[in-house]
């Protein structure tokens, strides 16, 4: 049963109980009031007989008195007696009383009858004086039969004042009775009240004050405890513990976003170090491939709902290529066109699925399209390359804000790469042939004889110059000496890869002068090589403006260490040979001196 049906219950029957009691209450009232009523009857005609019967007997003596007297004062005086004496047994006739048996009034009507027979006597007496006739006035006033009927009225008043005080001791002897049973069945009914009042209060204030507040205190400290798991009471109560109820829900439930809100920072916070950590990484990476492990290893952390490549802009083939993927995406690596992607036409990210009408990439699946999100790399306003990732959890919106970071930085770190690689290969390599240059000649020397020394091996090296080079850029001009120069390197790069010599470094040495270090190749491997180079430049044709301005030869200086020279002299001692061969007229091979061993 419901508390509201409870006390409602209990408030009928408390009113029917309040009620009850009111009416016992009034009817005790009207007990009371008929003892008051049956008190004052009593008191009137106590009043009123004794006043009678005083007259009467005064009267009496009064009569006597003018019977004997004679007086003309006394019989004036008996006259007003005899007019009061028949008010006043008038006003006792008139008398009501409620409740008298029949002999009271039997016994008050014979007193009556008797107070006016001795009445008539008197008057009679009276009348006999006045007729001068006073001992029939004495006879009659002090006879027997007068005496009698005097004793006779005053015991009838008498009896009647004993019955009536009998009757009114009774009355108020049951009106009191009767109030007194009213006025206990009242205390009663108001005791049951105040009882089903106590009752009612106690079951409302346990299970409407103290059981919800039991409830809301204990719900309260697990709240302190920062346990939000907790189950707020709904409480349907209309009252300040209603109120409080409904606070400790808010309450709650902005705990509850509260620690949501704590997550996400953490989670944030956590992807922000994550970002930073990369930025780090990437700050310290030299080459493109460690910028690759760098984001294969941080992008799947920092979006780990989503799987995605990393395209690279092919400059040359105008293509995207994939140069590395996470978490296994769909789809195949196929390089497409940079206008497939409207990512990189527009120059921002690009989400079909953000909004709720757009188009989607060509180089995507349309049944994957709207999952992918694409991200141009763009750095200093030149498209770097793409980072194409698909949401692999729908109902959770893509991070596009870390997604646009990891694009900003991956784009940085591409862009300085690229600049480094630039930078490197103006410093490391010569612009016009493609070889590397005089500048990385000398660290490369140093390892490649560290290496040699380590192996007890053997190093040979190669100067070669491009015969009457002067001759040509005087006659055909400084363009023509140039195609003759890039000739020449073309033609030494592609030898040294047909006879698999790839571990040979080759350099442009200066001006027309190229130099070529062969590790692990001894001074007969070298000559076959230096003639190979010579054949391969003098059948290569040097077509300039149309015309055929070769052949080109070229002379060439030949020493191996440690057999021809020191660790320190091994380019002057292939300098020297090559100087040697452009005496004894150019277009041959010389091979530098053997090196005199000192004495033990």
Partial sequence: MRIATITNFAYVATVILTLSSGVALFMASGADRVERRAVEQRYTFDEATEALENEVFSLSELARTVVINQQAEDIQALKAGFSKEASMEKHLTTLKDVGATTEELMLLRDGITLMDTLRDEQQA??????EQRAADGVRILFGAQYEDQLTQAEYRFEHFRNLLDKRVQSAITEATKDSQRLRTLSEIMVALTALLFLFVLGFIIKHRILRPVVTLSDVVNRLASQDYAVEAPVLGQVDEIGDM?????????????????????????????????MTQRL?????RDSILKVIALFVPQIVPDMSGRLYMLDRHANRMVCMTSWLSPEGDETPFAPECCWALKRGQLHSPGKDAVDIPCEHLDPARASRATCVPLIAQNNIIGLLSVENRVPEKEPPYTYLELIAETLALALANQQLRDTLTERAMFDSLTGLHNRHHLDETLRTLLARTEAKKSVLSCLMIDIDYFKRLNDAWGHEAGDKAIRETALCLQNTLRERERERGVAFRYGGEEFLVLLPDVN????????????????????IYEAQDIGPLSVSIGVATWPVHARADNLIRSADLALYLAKERGRGQIVVAKKMVKEPG
């Fill in 245 to 277: 109820a409904q606070a400790i829900r808010i309450f709650r439930e902005n705990g509850l976003a509260r620690q949501r809100l704590e997550r996400e920072r953490d989670a944030d916070w956590v992807t922000r170090n994550l970002l930073a950590r």
């Fill in 125 to 130: 007496a009276l009348k006999a004086v006045e």
């Fill in 283 to 287: 700050q310290g990476c030299d080459t």
């Fill in 523 to 542: 001074e007969e491997e070298a000559i076959t090589l230096g003639s190979d180079i010579m054949q391969a430049i003098a059948a290569q044709p040097l």
